[in-house]
């Protein structure tokens, strides 16, 4: 019975041990393989349109700017038929456009009250800091006083920076033709000029160029001994802290806005706005009367027009002989009578 048992036992043993050899399609040495992976979902939801900003004002200006005009392809490609390359010529012109020391930190209607007024200064060095600033015109025409002023600065600012001796005196340069409100509210209408500031804008000192040796090392000089302290500083009832400041800052603001408005209009198109608009002028006030009618022309003709140029004056004599006396009559009618 045991080894009846036994055999049961190692058949049903080897039975369960092959039943996985009865796969169908499956030899053994195959590799089994796992279930198909679940597909990966490929839609992707469309994003929203960002909304485009409608285009502004100094957008659709630069549309007329010269530069732009000449710098798109169509312009590119005509200059080229010319034989000329536009691009490179206009890379020439910028350079060329470069006349002051890029250093100098330019100052404009934007950025003064970050860069001056609100300078993150300790109360010491608040009371130290000193500005030198030049508001120059070389850029927008050909003044010679300007050039040569500007080239005084540039090389007394690169000196100080090798020398490294004025660490209280920060540089600036105003370019006059574009910058409005400051230089209205320094009352400012013609450059250039050289400016001393100091209390963050409060205690402003100017000078002209003929006020000034502009001579090389001449200005560092006059920075290093604090020459400025001989000149009063501007104070009237329009300067900073006066009673009529409030003035001068509404003409700043004001006139802002009006140069805002007009730069937008390219150099280019402003000349030939306005030469047009001369030229309709001149013609309306040199213009011709309106031709005369024929009745006019004839009324003309009937009016008197006073003594006739021909008329010959006559003397007091020719009168007097002209008239003659009675008995002078007499006799001449006797003296006929005999003959």
Do not use: C
């Not at 369960?16 to 939801?45: H, L």
């Not at 850029?139 to 001796?165: C, H, P, R």
């Not at 660490?167 to 250039?192: C, E, H, L, M, S």
């Not at 021909?310 to 009168?319: A, G, R, W």
């Amino acid at each position: 019975m045991k080894l009846l048992a036994a055999s049961w036992g190692i058949l049903a043993f080897t039975a369960f041990t092959n039943a996985q050899y009865f796969s169908e399609g499956w030899t053994p040495g195959q590799p089994t393989t796992e279930g198909a992976p679940e597909p990966v979902p490929t839609f992707v939801p469309p994003q929203k349109p960002v909304p485009r900003s409608p285009p502004s004002l100094s957008d659709l200006a630069g549309l007329f700017d010269l530069k732009n005009i000449l710098s798109t392809a169509p312009a590119v490609s005509f200059f080229s038929r010319l034989g000329i390359n536009i691009t490179e010529r206009l890379e020439v012109a910028a350079e060329g456009a470069k006349i002051w020391d890029e250093r100098v930190p330019l100052i404009t209607d934007n950025n003064y009250q970050d860069l001056i007024v609100n300078e993150p200064l300790t109360k010491q060095e608040e009371k130290d800091r000193t500005w030198i600033i030049i508001i120059s015109v070389s850029a927008g025409k050909q003044d010679g006083i300007s050039k040569f002023m500007d080239d005084v600065f540039d090389a007394a600012y690169n000196e100080t920076l090798i020398a490294g001796d004025l660490p209280n005196i920060r540089w600036g340069r105003i370019d006059y033709f574009n910058v409005t409100a400051v230089t209205t509210k320094w009352a400012i209408w013609q450059a250039p000029y050289l400016v001393i500031l100091k209390d963050r804008g409060q205690t402003l000192r100017f000078y002209r160029p003929h006020q000034l040796r502009l001579r090389e090392g001449v200005m560092r000089d006059f920075l290093a001994t604090e020459g400025w302290e001989t000149t009063s500083p501007w104070k009237t009832a329009y300067a900073p802290g006066g009673d009529r400041e409030f003035i001068m800052d509404f003409l700043a603001v004001w006139m802002t806005k009006v140069y805002n408005t007009f730069i937008l209009i390219p150099r280019w198109l402003l000349f030939v706005l306005s030469g047009s608009a001369a030229s309709v002028v001149i013609n309306i006030l040199h213009r011709s009367s309106a031709p005369k009618t024929p009745r006019q022309a004839a009324a003309n003709q009937r009016a008197p027009t006073g003594p006739s140029s021909t008329q010959v004056p006559v003397s007091s004599e020719q009168v007097s002989s002209a008239v003659a006396s009675p008995t002078q009559a007499g006799k001449r009618k006797r003296a006929k009578a005999k003959k």
